[in-house]
């Protein structure tokens, strides 16, 4: 059980400090994962910056995801769901390109540059305050991996244990603290698990 997103953060950097894992960048995923990826960035004295995906939801239930897309449109789709409501191509497409639109105006918010960071032979860590779906982080290693980035990691303080098998397909290395059998949600492992705003996750950026 971690305290806040601060002190799971904390406790991945010592893990990581611990591994003495090499990288050049920290991403975090706006926006919860800020306040994990600060701590993780000055422990491994890497600069941090942030890769964006947002979840693509189904017709009729928004909340239910068909998979996600990141700001450059890489997408992960979850083709048993898909198939399984029979949602059209022509819908996909739709939801596609307005919520590559959304994660692109998102991290426009966080950042001066348009786009992410030259990540052409870096050594580049993604960071999130934890996985379920894994849709989200997998748009988002999908977007870091296209860049030409050397090596793409992620690290996260807890994950369902099928989803950090999954994402292990789409990293070279994951680093999760915690993936219990019992996993129902994120915020079950943390006592104090608030939204972020974006005000309050881009002053972890201008530390």
Partial sequence: MFDDRTDAGRRLATDLEQRDLD???VLGIPRGALPVARPVADALDAALDVVV??????PENPELALGAVASDESAWYNDDLIDRLN???EY???????????????????????GLP???????????????????????????????????????????????????READEVITLQAPAAFRAVGQYYRTFGQVTDEEAIEYLDR
């Fill in 23 to 25: 990288v050049d960048i």
């Fill in 53 to 58: 995906a947002r979840k693509m939801g189904a």
């Fill in 118 to 168: 030259d990540l052409r032979g870096k050594r580049v860590l993604v960071v999130d305050d934890g996985v379920a779906t894994g849709a989200t982080a997998t748009a988002c290693l999908r977007q870091v991996r296209d860049t030409g980035a050397d090596w793409v990691g992620l690290a996260v303080p807890v994950g369902s244990p099928q989803s950090v098998g999954d994402l292990e």
């Fill in 87 to 89: 949602v059209s191509e």
């Fill in 92 to 114: 996909l497409d739709e939801i596609r390109a307005e919520e590559a639109e959304n994660a692109r105006e998102k991290a426009d918010r966080y950042r001066e540059t348009e």
